[in-house]
């Protein structure tokens, strides 16, 4: 005891060295709080973890590998080298007496979810008044517009540790996407809507996947729902880029527009036929537990359209275009109510395949995570709490769906390609192995290879096929960025021209890989794999039935030169 108490106590000189060089320095106000930040760590390590002021009186442990923050634990993130960012609440979460998440009422109406465009003056102006009311509230009220955001900050830069374990904890690139965004916007919905009186008050969704809704919505360029920090040029009527890469820019709306649909069709249906390739790689607690590998709609559009937003003046394309500031703008809940959407949707149109059954793993079903709801009570909530949105009790507005039928078309009529794919089998006779070795390949050029399929699919009819057999996937895998900047490649088969793969508007094109800055901690930087649904494709491409096929990787930005890669192969997914 002696020992630890003497470690401690030359830990506690070090930092009043620290301090006193930082002041005779004139360090700043946020320095000061990092400084805090140490002096947390400092002691942490000198008299052990301060324990929180509540327990789980469920028996948290009873799920072995669920993930949950250890309250105790919020410390200043590192979003890229030259910025540091402390979104930890004034009072640390782990000090207040939390409660279990309780449904609503289920005689209470459901609220509505509309799309922006078609909000009328009426819902405008309540919008506006709750959400300026909650930019009025001070910091310390967790209702207050910034908390909101620094929710978002917290759980996605890694600023919590996992519960048990000194691993950080992300909600990004992984099976915990979406759920935990649900939560989120759950729990900003009704505190809006207590602002301003109204139980029925609900959040509008960005409806970008449809023509009349794919410029940034009018009300959000006005007034308190008005970001200083968005790309101007992509002002209306622009219309979005879902597959935005930044390399791009000055396509006409009705270019973009075929783009869009041809993204959405990739993203939601043909790429993403199964429940692991649409939500993502399964994250669980502890050192054997983490993984990265985000599933298709979390890639493009959700990661595209957030950097498409955000200003090309600042370096992180703040604030939609980085993980710690998105929320920050209002028109992020807008975005983030129609991914949800997406995902109610992709249920509704995948849901009838056997294999697309909803996750019952209880590791996934009993991660947990807290935020405050609209009486400023913390609130323990569960994945298993928020799968069914009736008993949230809140709904969607039906609206089209064009991209279900915009399947894309090859870019050269198969059988032609096929001959012009035998040529280069002669004209490259010497292939590098689809295993890129133990140091990978770096991505600074297009990498073209062929990729062996290990078996061949039996000659069944379209239609078993389509509802018993196993989808064929791509895997581009041991992608590790020797950076955390923005990097977005495209992966394309049997493309004959890769000048002319421009997007996503040809069948050759199976998906994109996207990543948004948002730690650097060493820790939270593991390699990551990037799976792709290709049995449509390969149909499509008449391609089903032979034996080899040509992967290219096209990088789509000067940053892919500090990416490598290990290999690409197949796997079969049920």
Sequence with gaps: MEGRWGFG?????????????CLSMRVSEDQYAFLGDIKNMILGISVGEIPPQHHDVDGEKKTKNALSPNLTTCHVSFPRPDLY???????????ETFIDFHF?????????????????????AKYIKAVSIMKSLPYDDPRSFRRQADVHCIYCTGA???????????????WLFFPWHRMMIYFHERILGSLIGDDNFALLFWNWDNPAGMVIPEMFMNGPLVDSEREISHFPPKFVDLNYDSLVEGRGNDEQLKMNMATMYTQMVSGAKTTKLFM?????????????????????????????????????????????SAARDPI???????LDRMWEVWRRIHGDRPYNSDIIDPDWLDSYFFFHDEKRQLVRIRIRDVLNITNLRY????????WLTARPQPSVPPKIARELLKLRDLDEPFLRSADFGPHGRTLDTTIRVKVHRPKMHNKISKKQKDYFQEEEVLVVYGIEL?????????????????????????REFAGTFVNIPHSIRPVMRRKSNLRLGISELLQDLEADEDESIWVSLIPRGEDCMHVSIDGVRIEYMH
């Design 9 to 21: 106590v030359t830990l506690a000189l070090i930092m009043a060295t620290v301090v006193l060089f």
């Design 85 to 95: 960012v402390d979104c930890c609440p004034p009072k640390p979460e782990s000090e």
């Design 104 to 124: 609503p009422d289920p005689s209470s109406p459901l609220r509505l979810r509309r799309p922006v465009h078609l909000a009328d003056g009426d819902y405008i």
């Design 160 to 174: 919590y540790n996992q519960k048990y374990s000194d691993l950080p904890l992300n909600v990004h690139r992984s």
């Design 280 to 324: 993502g790689c399964s994250y669980k607690a502890g050192e054997g537990g983490g993984c990265d590998g985000p599933g298709t709609v979390e890639s493009a559009p959700h990661n595209t359209v957030h950097y498409w937003v955000g200003s090309g003046l600042n370096p992180g394309r703040e604030n939609m275009g980085s993980f710690y």
């Design 332 to 338: 992020f809940y807008a975005h983030h109510g129609n």
């Design 395 to 402: 709904t969607y507005e039906e609206v089209p769906l064009p």
């Design 482 to 506: 020797k950076e955390e900047k923005y990097v977005k490649f495209d992966v394309y088969v049997n493309a004959v021209d890769e000048t002319l793969m421009v997007g996503p508007v040809f």
